[in-house]
T-cell receptor, first 109, second 116 residues
């Protein structure tokens, strides 16, 4: 079945450094979604990308969807302690949303 | 508008027992999905329901089952519990769960199941 892989699994940065997580699918995706889960919390929707090559920004977060619609990335500029958590990408497989294993970001001040 | 509600928040069971978890979606949402979350494994898809019908199922053994009621509330059941079933079980709802995945999911806070 469809697989969505994310790297790295863990990333530790100093506050102010940049952070990037990458997502790759074994199949072409109709769209990709990104979620953030704070420690002890539940996943919360961040954004959806639909078009090939699409780039969207949310303040310090930049999301990209690959030209072949099989990969995506999330880049955070100048991380802050509030960015701590696990970031998941997810791709649709029929009516199911298949999640990657996530990248857990820790930030030290 | 109330969010997705899952009960109970915590459960402790012993091996061999069975357990039922409950999920009330956001009012008006008709699609409910269930996920198992364990450290290092991320969110693994269990099943998805819409209008009381299971439309999609993940790669879990038959001990895991679910159902949806006419008011869109959903339950999942795990029979003959094993130690490896210890996990956070998350329920998520969306309006219709269209098959292009073009709807965002709203997650509940989950049920933390511990099997001893």
């Amino acid at each position: 079945g469809q697989q969505v892989m994310q790297i790295p699994q863990y990333q530790h940065v100093q506050e102010g450094e940049d952070f990037t997580t990458y997502c790759n699918s074994s199949t072409t995706l109709s769209n990709i979604q990104w979620y953030k889960q704070r420690p002890g919390g539940h996943p919360v929707f961040l954004i959806q990308l639909v078009k090939s090559g699409e780039v969207k920004k949310q303040k310090r977060l930049t999301f990209q969807f690959g030209e072949a619609k099989k990969n995506s990335s999330l880049h955070i500029t100048a991380t802050q302690t509030t960015d701590v958590g696990t970031y998941f990408c997810a791709g649709a497989a029929g009516t199911a949303l298949i999640f990657g294993k996530g990248t857990t970001l820790s930030v030290s001040s | 508008k109330a969010g997705v509600t899952q009960t109970p928040r915590y459960l402790i069971k012993t091996r061999g027992q069975q357990v039922t978890l409950s999920c009330s979606p956001i009012s008006g949402h008709r699609s409910v999905s269930w996920y198992q979350q364990t450290p290092g494994q991320g969110l693994q898809f269990l099943f998805e329901y819409f209008s009381e019908t299971q439309r999609n199922k993940g790669n879990f053994p038959g001990r895991f089952s679910g159902r949806q009621f006419s008011n869109s509330r959903s339950e999942m059941n795990v029979s003959t519990l094993e130690l490896g079933d210890s996990a956070l079980y998350l329920c998520a709802s969306s309006l219709t769960g269209r098959d292009n995945g073009n709807e965002k999911l709203f997650f509940g806070s989950g049920t933390q199941l511990s099997v001893l």
